[in-house]
Structures are given as structure tokens and as C-alpha cells.
């Protein structure tokens, strides 16, 4: 579960604005990333999958190499995140 207040926060303002805010089926709540992030099938109403990935140490040379990527091409980390893997 999320537990900072910016998270706390992403989460109140998803759930208030999820389809299901105002159906309250709790089969939905209860496959939603928010109820269970180790195991979902939607955020929020919406066919999404979400990774934090927090780069420390000697991972911050792997960090760096994929904004230098991201620069070079013009296009966000998460897109290049996305290409690197599509193409392996």
C-alpha cells in the first residue's frame, strides 16, 4: 500500500475519478492496483500496469544511459524504457 502523502493523494484523486466511484462494485476496488499493487487488473477503472523504479548507486549509471537515449531521440525515459525492452 501506498503510504507517502503525494501517494495517498494519487490514490484519492484516482479512486474519486474511477468509473466505479459511482457503481461500487468491490470486485473492481478489489482488482485495482491501488487495493492489491502485487497483483491488479486495471488503475482505476483503466487497462494500465505501472513499475516505480528507483535507480541508486551503481544503478545510476543505468539511469543515465537511458536518458542519454531519451535525449538523443527526443522522446520521454519511460518511451525509450519501453523501446529497449520492445527490442530485445
Do not use: T
Amino acid at each position: 500500500m501506498l503510504l507517502c502523502p503525494s501517494g495517498n493523494r494519487a490514490k484519492s484523486w484516482a479512486c474519486e475519478h474511477c468509473e466505479n466511484w459511482v457503481i461500487k462494485d468491490k470486485d473492481m476496488c478489489e482488482n485495482c492496483y491501488y487495493a492489491h499493487p502485487e497483483g491488479y487488473l486495471h488503475i482505476a477503472g483503466e487497462q494500465e500496469r505501472k513499475i516505480d523504479i528507483v535507480f541508486k548507486n551503481g544503478d545510476i549509471e543505468i539511469y543515465e544511459l537511458l536518458k542519454e537515449k531519451a535525449d538523443k531521440e527526443n522522446i520521454s525515459i519511460q518511451d525509450a524504457f519501453k523501446i529497449y525492452f520492445r527490442n530485445k
